[in-house]
């Protein structure tokens, strides 16, 4: 038995000796391999050769059991070394960079003394030059004034050895004649002493026209409000009196409870507005008026007094003037030409600018809105003198007459202006949202890139119909959204459905329009899409389409053989045929297809 067990020893021995060779082996081969990989075998980086050394030291370690706590001294030592030769390395090398510096620092300062000395030498030279130029300024100008003196004491020579000449009124003997001399001051003295009367009696400082300038224009207020307090007044006077008439006509319980018999006029009295009251009162309350008898005159004092402001060149003023004129009179299209009219102005602000500006201060609460076509001439001669701001305040404070043809004339200057755009699609935007023209107010939103605000506009607005009935006039409104805006984004939001609600158009309604249009490759675009996209999508397109059949599928399959796509156009003839036969077999599961081949 104990000869067996040696036997036995001595064969663990040698496995296991063949396994450490076997390691050693593996160990070399690695390091020969990760060397062969560097730049040069011979002249590798320090770095990279002792990473791989290192990998290898923890190699061994791990293999070997009975000697791994002395090598992990050995490689922390080792690993202890280099770290301390890597720091003596850096600090030698930071040693010698200060050391470069320090060595420099005298050869710097020289330099910087030897520019400063030359940047003194430029500033004397400077200064120097500026005092020459100095001084031959103050000797051209002292010469200018020798000149100016000499001239004046020339002048004065000859007044002094020429003869006077004839005196303007008298001949020359009477000019000559003491008597008729004296005669002649005494007349221009009187007539200085009536000049100087005409000035104080007859004229005033321009201080005085502004205050009742603004005397005027307060008093012009005040009446405006007066009005209103009065027109208010009428009102009330026509509702108590159509109270009393009530109140007189009920003569007993016989015709009902008074209560009853008052609270079925009390609704009709509560709706009375003043211009009810108003036109029915103006004539019985006209004789007892006194503003009545000279409304006339006033009118006409105040166009003449409109007119003496624009004469006299006074535009802001004159413009203030005509936006408050009573009735309106100044505010129309004759005015606006005469203030059109000037070229010659002084300001930034054109006078036809400055009318517009105080027409739209004059408006208080939408009332007294200028017309419709002062509206569209007060925009656009805001937007050519690129007062944007100013539009933009017109339109967000309601102060203009809203109309298509002000939210086009906002349009067109955004297409020429790339920087305001947005800005002026917004404000049109408003405007055709207000006037009702949804199909304009889609295209602006479209155009500023809110294809799902347009949408959502569109179905709000009734636009579509979500009937299989459709109407002509929503689909062609919507088909002219996709003409004036052409995105393939717009066109899939326009033919899927949307939060739960039937799509704006059918898609062979949109292609076959597209194709026969000059957007042609747009439709193509979308067939593509379906046909790569999800399975199944244009099938349910076509078999889904509650407004067109299988002739209008099929001249779209045509199109798009002429187009070169003959993937797509072989899908919908397939699909086509393939709803034709189960048609043709009479199968009750595929009467979805019954609408498209009626």
């Not at 003023?317 to 505010?331: D, E, I, Q, T, Y």
């Not at 656009?380 to 109309?403: D, G, I, K, M, P």
Request: glycine share 4%; net charge negative; proline share 3%.
């Amino acid at each position: 038995m104990s000869k067996h067990s040696g036997l036995k020893n001595i064969n663990d021995g040698d496995l296991h000796m063949c396994s450490d060779y076997t390691f050693l082996e593996s160990l070399r081969s690695y390091i020969q391999f990760e060397k062969e990989h560097l730049p040069t075998s011979e002249k590798a980086p320090d770095e990279q050769r002792l990473v791989i050394y290192s990998t290898a030291f923890d190699k061994l370690i791990e293999h070997v059991t009975a000697y791994k706590r002395i090598l992990t001294a050995i490689k922390k030592e080792y690993d202890d070394f280099i770290n301390s030769v890597k720091k003596n390395g850096r600090d030698a090398k930071l040693a010698q960079r200060k050391l470069k510096a320090m060595i420099a620092q005298p050869t710097s300062l020289m330099y910087c003394q030897r520019r400063a000395v030359e940047l003194q030498e430029r500033i004397a030279i400077i200064q120097r030059d500026t005092a020459e130029l100095q001084a031959e300024l103050q000797r051209i100008e002292e010469s200018r004034k020798d000149k100016q003196h000499s001239a004046q004491q020339k002048t004065s020579d000859t007044q002094t050895y020429h003869p006077i000449r004839q005196i303007p009124g008298l001949t020359f003997e009477e000019s000559m004649n003491p008597a008729a001399l004296a005669k002649y001051i005494e007349v221009l003295e009187r007539k200085r002493a009536d000049l100087w009367n005409l000035r104080k009696n007859h004229y005033v400082p321009m201080q005085v026209k502004a205050e009742l300038d603004c005397k005027v224009t307060a008093a012009l207020d005040q009446r405006d409000e007066l009005v209103f307090e009065n027109d208010q007044l009428h009102l009330r006077l026509q509702q108590l009196q159509s109270v009393n008439d009530v109140i007189t006509s009920w003569k007993s319980e016989e015709d009902g409870p008074l209560l009853e018999h008052l609270s079925a006029k009390l609704e009709q009295i509560a709706e009375m507005k003043v211009s009810d009251t108003v036109d029915s009162s103006s004539a019985a309350l006209e004789e007892d008026d006194p503003s009545k008898a000279n409304e006339s005159e006033l009118l006409v004092d105040y166009i003449e007094r409109f007119t003496d402001l624009f004469e006299s060149g006074d535009y802001e003023l004159a413009a203030f003037h005509a936006a408050k004129s009573p009735h309106g009179v100044l505010r129309n299209m004759e005015t606006m030409e005469k203030f059109k009219a000037i070229t010659v102005y002084q300001g930034e602000v054109p006078p036809l600018l400055l009318f517009f500006q105080a027409i739209m201060n004059s408006v208080q609460d939408k009332r007294q809105l200028p017309r419709e076509d002062l509206s569209v001439e007060s925009v656009r001669c805001a937007l050519q003198h690129n007062f944007v701001e100013l539009v933009t305040h017109w339109v967000t404070q309601h102060s203009l007459t809203y109309s298509e043809a002000l939210g086009d004339v906002i349009c067109a200057h955004g297409d020429k202006t790339l920087r305001i755009t947005d800005t002026c699609l917004a404000l049109a935007q408003m405007v055709y949202s207000a006037c009702g023209i949804h199909r304009k107010a889609a295209i602006t939103m479209c155009k500023r890139g809110l294809t799902f605000c347009a949408l959502e506009f569109i179905q709000q607005n009734n636009l579509t119909d979500d009937e299989l009935c459709w109407s002509v006039s929503p689909a062609d409104d919507c088909m002219l959204v996709l003409r004036s805006c052409p995105s393939l984004v717009l066109l899939q939001a326009l033919t899927q459905e949307y939060k739960g609600r039937a799509p704006v158009l059918s898609v062979g309604y949109a292609c076959h329009s597209l194709l026969n249009s000059d957007l042609e490759d747009l439709a193509m675009e979308l067939l593509e899409e379906m046909h790569t996209g999800r399975q199944g999508s244009l099938e349910k397109a076509i078999s889904e389409d509650p407004r067109c059949g299988a002739e209008v599928w099929s001249d779209i399959a045509n199109c798009c053989c002429l187009k070169n796509d003959h993937q797509v156009a072989q899908e919908i003839n397939t699909i086509l045929q393939s709803h034709a036969l189960a048609l043709a077999s009479g199968r009750e599961d595929n009467k979805v297809m019954d609408h498209v081949f009626m």
